[in-house]
């Protein structure tokens, strides 16, 4: 069975600087990709970033960077220079099934 | 380029009725993905279709069942609703069945209030 786990519930981060966002995750296949999606309060789940198993280097889109650890089974989503548009749920996501995890509600203050 | 488009985006209905969702997926994409997030949760995954057929389905009662046409659009139907089955439903397309590396795009979901 594959499991994904987010152990912040909530977190502050000031406009203008950086924050991480941790994911760890279980699955028993061999090759696997992890997703990061962002969700404002309207619901639509937006794709953010990807990250495949046999990845050699960190995914990178824009202000969003993903620190992959295979052999630690994490997927931490790095937000830099941080905007008050970011104020949102942030989900990881595994392949397959897509199992989400239960998100981590990000506040950016001014 | 359209992107995953769902309706209708509000609706309530009693308990023990029947409700139909439609999900029109991305141009390009011939596979469809149902989720239910209930409020304060994760999205849980509810079934797959790709190619007309459903491939994978989730912890779900058979009250949950769904359909793809040849146009690759779905729809989604919960029989004999229960209050519990308020909660709002997410359409995901990706291309060609399930890939590791498909993104998956959503669309902007049907909230479905059962009272």
């Known amino acids: 069975a594959q499991k994904i786990t987010q152990t912040q519930p909530g977190m502050f981060v000031q406009e203008k600087e950086a924050v991480t966002l941790d994911c760890t995750y279980d699955t028993s296949d061999q090759s696997y990709g992890l997703f990061w999606y962002k969700q404002p309060s309207s619901g639509e789940m937006i794709f953010l970033i990807y990250q495949g198993s046999y990845d050699e280097q960190n995914a990178t889109e824009g202000r969003y960077s993903l620190n992959f650890q295979k052999a630690r089974k994490s997927a931490n989503l790095v937000i830099s220079a941080s905007q008050l548009g970011d104020s949102a749920m942030y989900f990881c996501a595994l392949s397959g099934k897509v199992t989400f995890g239960t998100g981590t509600k990000l506040q950016v203050i001014p | 380029d359209a992107g995953v488009t769902q309706s209708p985006t509000h609706l309530i209905k009693t308990r023990g009725q029947q409700v139909t969702l439609r999900c029109s997926p991305k141009?390009?994409?011939?596979?469809v993905s149902w989720y239910q997030q209930a409020l304060g949760q994760g999205p849980q995954f509810i079934f797959q279709y790709y190619e007309e057929e459903e491939r994978q389905r989730g912890n779900f009662p058979d009250r949950f069942s769904g359909h793809q046409f040849p146009n690759y659009s779905s729809e989604l139907n919960v029989n004999a609703l229960l209050l519990g089955d308020s909660a709002l439903y997410l359409c995901?397309?990706?291309?060609?069945?399930?890939?590791?590396?498909?993104?998956?795009?959503f669309g902007e979901g049907s909230w479905l209030t059962v009272v």
């Open positions: 995901a397309s990706s291309g060609s069945g399930i890939l590791p590396g498909n993104t998956i795009y």
């Open positions: 141009s390009g994409h011939d596979t």
